[in-house]
C-alpha cells in the first residue's frame, strides 16, 4: 500500500509539473490596453487621441465627424445623402444592384485628414464608402464631403466600387487599423466571421499578446529566467535596441553617428502596417522578422520612380529602407515619439537630433532664406505625394534632391516640385553650383533600373554590377532582380549566386523570381539552400520558382525541404482565400506541377468569387489550348475582352488561337490590337511582325519591329526579326547592321557570329 501511496504521490507530482510546463508554452493571449494603463499611464496618456487610438471607432455622435444633416453629395449623377435615424448615422446611396438604399454606419475609420465610414453587409463584409469626409480645417479646403474617386465613375460590379471586392474592409483594411484581428474567411460560403481583440491600434498591435507580461508583473519571480530579458518579462516582442551602441556627434561633419551597428525589432514591427506588402503567415507577430510573415514589394513601376520616390500609394517602409538614414541605425523612434506618433520635435529641431544646425540649418547649406519652406529640410529631404485626395505623405526615403536625374530620366525632384514654373535643367545646374562635389557627381541606382524598365542595350550588364554592388540598398538591389529575368543570359550566373547568399532576405527573396521559369539542373543546385532559409519569405519564393523543377534535377534532401516549403507557399497564397488572385497563383503553380484538372479547380474558384476576373478567363482559355479544345476557349476570351477591352493580353492570346485555327485574317488586327494596347511589350511587336511578314508585307513588318527595337534595343526576338526579315527582304545592309547589335549583345552566342560573316561576305566586307 505504500509503494503504491508513493507511486501515486509520483504521478500527481509528475501531472502537475507536466500541466505547468503547459501552461508556460501556451501562446500568450490579448488582454487590452486596459490591462497596461496601471503600469505604463504616460504611454497611454500619449497614446489616447492618437491616430491608432482612433483608427477605427463604432459610429457615434463623439467619433463621427462628418456632416450627417440632410446633406447631398452628387458623383457622376450619382446621389449619396448622409443623415440621422434617430441615433443611427445613415447614408442612402447606390448598392450593388445600382438602386438607391438605406444604410446604417457601422464605424468610423481614421480621424484626419480624412474620415471613412464603414457599412455591414450580409455574409460578415464590412464595405468601406467611396466618399469621404474631409476634415481638415475650412480654410485648408475641409469640412466637406468628398469621393475618394473624382475622375472614375464607378458603377456597381467594378471592383473600386463601394461594394465591390476592392473595398471590403475585412481583407483591404482591417488588418492594420486594429489588434489581434482574425479575419475567419470561410471559402465554402463566401462570407467572413471578421473579430478582433482590440477595435484600434492598441499595445498589443505593436508589443504582442500581453497575458504573460501580465503576470510577470503580477508575480516577477513566478517566472523562470529565459534566454532574454524580453523571455523573463513574458513580452512576445522586444521592441528595444539590443545592441550596445548609442549615437555621438561628430563635430567634423555636423552628423550624428552611431558606435555599433542598430539591432532592434522596431523596423520590422512598424513595417507590418507601413508597408506596401503580401501577408505571407496566418497570424504573424510583432517582433519577428518583417518578411517572415509578408513580401513586401519591390521599386516596380507604378509604385515608385526609377530613382525609389514614392508613386503609388506605398506608405513609408519601402522608402526608408533605401535611406542613408537607415543604413546608419537610425529607426522610426529616433523621430516619432511611438505612443503618440507625433515628431520628437517640430520643424527642423527633429533633424537638429544628428545633424548640427550650425552646420546644415544655415542658408549655406539650404540656399533659402532662414525660416522659409524652402529652408524646411523636409521639403528638400522628404517630399510630398498626395493620396486619397487630401492626404499629403512625406517621402521617407530621406534622399538629396538629384535634378540631374530628372534631366536624365524624367523622374521628380523636390526643387522643382515646388518650383513649378523652372525646369529640370534650371534646378540641376544650381544644385551643381552650390555642391561642385555634391551627389550629382556620383552613380545612383536609378541609371540601372531604368535601363531595365526601358529595355535599354546594356540593361543586362547595368542590373547585374547593381545586385553585386552590396554598397546599394537591399531593396534597389532585389528590384534590379526582378528586371533580370527579361534580359537573362548566361552573363548573369555570378550576380544570380551571389544574389542567393547574400545576407540581405530582400535580396534573398528577390533571387528566384529572377530565375526563368525552365530553372537549370545547374541553377536548381545553385538555389535549393534556399527551401531551408530562416525567412519565409525566401522559402516561399524559391518553391514557386522550382515547382515547374524536374524532381529528378533535386537531391532526396532537397525534394523533402521543397515539399516543405511548397506547402508553406500553398498556406500563404490561402491567407487571402476569399481573393481570385490567390487562386489564380494556386492555378499557376497546379500548371507548372502538370497537375490540370487541379488548376482548372482554382480557376474556376477565382471566377467563383469574382466571375469578371479576366486573369482567369484567359489562364482558363490557355488550359482549354493544352486540352484542344480552342472553341470554348475562344468564347472565353471574347467575354474576357468585352470586360477589359484595353488589357493586351486578351487580343494577343485570342490572336495565337486564331493562328491555331489557320484563320490568319481574323488574327492579324488582333495582334496589331495587343501591340497597340501594349506598345512597351517587344514580344507584342513581334508577334505582330512576324504575322505580318506571314502574310506578305515584310515592308510593314520592318516598320513594326524597327519601332520595337526603338524602345527595347536588347530585345533578342526583336533583333533577330530584323536580321531575318531584312535579309530574306533583300535588304543586307540592313540585315548587317542589326546582326552587329545582336552580336555586341550576345558575343559568345556563335550562330550571330556566323551569320554577321556571312552578311559581311554578301556586303563585301
Known sequence: MRLLHYLTLLVAVFALASSAAARAEEPATFVGAQACAGCHAPEMEKWQGSHHALAMQLATPATVLGDFADVQFEHFGVVTKFFRDGPKFMVRTDGPDGAAHDYEIAYTFGVFPLQQYLVRFPGGRVQALGVAWDSRPKQQGGQRWYSLYPDQKLPPGDRLHWTGRDQTWNYQCANCHSTGLRKNFDLATNSYDTNWASIDVSCEACHGPGSHHVDWAKDPAG?????????????????????????????????????????????????????????????????????????????????????????????????????????????????????????????????????????????????????????????????????????????????????????????????????????????????????????????????????????????????????????????????????????????SEAAMRAAIADPDPLVRAAAPRALPPQVSRTMVQAVAPLLADPIRAVRIETARVLAGADPETMTPEQRSGFATAYLELTTAE????????????????????????????????????????????????????????????????????????????????????????????????????????????????????????????????????????????????????????ARDKGDNAKALRYARELAALFPEDGQVRATVMELGKRQGH
Not at 518579462?233 to 555621438?248: I, N, P, R, Y
Not at 556627434?249 to 532592434?264: D, F, H, K, W
Not at 531604368?450 to 540598398?473: C, K, V, Y
Not at 519591329?705 to 524602345?711: G, K, M, Q, T, V
Open 223 to 491: 517566472r523562470k529566467p529565459g534566454q532574454s530579458e524580453a523571455d523573463r518579462m513574458g513580452l512576445v516582442a522586444w521592441l528595444k535596441a539590443t545592441d550596445s551602441g548609442h549615437w555621438e556627434m561628430n563635430a567634423e561633419t555636423g552628423i550624428a553617428q552611431r558606435t555599433a551597428p542598430l539591432v532592434s525589432a522596431e523596423l520590422d514591427t512598424c513595417a507590418a502596417c507601413h508597408a506596401r506588402r503580401k501577408v505571407i503567415s496566418k497570424n504573424p507577430l510583432p517582433g519577428a522578422p518583417f518578411l517572415d510573415g509578408y513580401l513586401p514589394a519591390y521599386l516596380e513601376p507604378g509604385l515608385y520612380s526609377a530613382d525609389g520616390q514614392i508613386d503609388g500609394e506605398v506608405f513609408e517602409y519601402g522608402s526608408f529602407v533605401q535611406s542613408r538614414m537607415h543604413h546608419a541605425g537610425v529607426t522610426c523612434s529616433n523621430c516619432h515619439e511611438p505612443h503618440g506618433q507625433k515628431l520628437r520635435a517640430s520643424g527642423n529641431a527633429v533633424c537638429a537630433q544628428c545633424h548640427l544646425p550650425a552646420k546644415f540649418n544655415v542658408a549655406e547649406h539650404t540656399h533659402h532664406k532662414p525660416e522659409s519652406t524652402g529652408a524646411l529640410c523636409a521639403n528638400c529631404h522628404m517630399p510630398t505625394r498626395t493620396y486619397m485626395g487630401v492626404d499629403n505623405r512625406h517621402d521617407h526615403s530621406l534622399r538629396v534632391p538629384r535634378p540631374d536625374l530628372s534631366v536624365a530620366l524624367g523622374t521628380p525632384n523636390a526643387c522643382t516640385n515646388c518650383h513649378a514654373d523652372k525646369s529640370a535643367e534650371w534646378a540641376a545646374k544650381a544644385v551643381a553650383g552650390w555642391f561642385p562635389q555634391g551627389r550629382q557627381t556620383m552613380p545612383h541606382y536609378a541609371m540601372a533600373l531604368h535601363a531595365g524598365r526601358t529595355g535599354a542595350a546594356d540593361a543586362e550588364a547595368q542590373l547585374d554590377r547593381l545586385i553585386l554592388d552590396t554598397s546599394q540598398p537591399a531593396i534597389a538591389r532585389g528590384s534590379a532582380l526582378l528586371l533580370l529575368p527579361r534580359y537573362l543570359t548566361p552573363a
Open 574 to 725: 490561402m491567407v487571402d482565400a476569399e481573393r481570385p488572385e490567390a487562386h489564380l497563383n494556386l492555378g499557376l503553380l497546379d500548371i507548372r506541377r502538370r497537375q490540370p484538372d487541379a488548376a482548372e479547380a482554382q480557376y474556376r474558384t477565382a471566377l467563383r468569387l469574382d466571375p469578371a476576373f479576366v486573369p482567369a478567363m484567359v489562364n482558363l482559355a490557355d488550359l482549354d489550348r493544352m486540352r484542344g479544345m480552342d472553341t470554348q476557349g475562344a468564347e472565353l476570351l471574347r467575354k474576357a475582352m468585352a470586360i477589359e477591352p484595353a488589357n493586351a493580353t486578351i487580343p494577343y492570346s485570342l490572336g495565337l488561337l486564331l493562328v491555331r485555327q489557320r484563320n490568319y485574317p481574323d488574327a492579324l488586327p488582333l495582334f496589331r490590337q495587343a501591340s497597340g494596347l501594349a506598345p512597351d511589350n517587344p514580344h507584342y511587336a513581334y508577334v505582330y511582325a512576324i504575322a505580318l511578314n506571314s502574310t506578305g508585307a515584310p515592308g510593314q513588318a520592318l516598320e513594326v519591329l524597327e519601332a520595337a527595337h526603338s524602345r527595347a534595343p536588347a530585345d533578342r526576338d526583336v533583333l533577330v526579326a530584323l536580321v531575318s526579315i
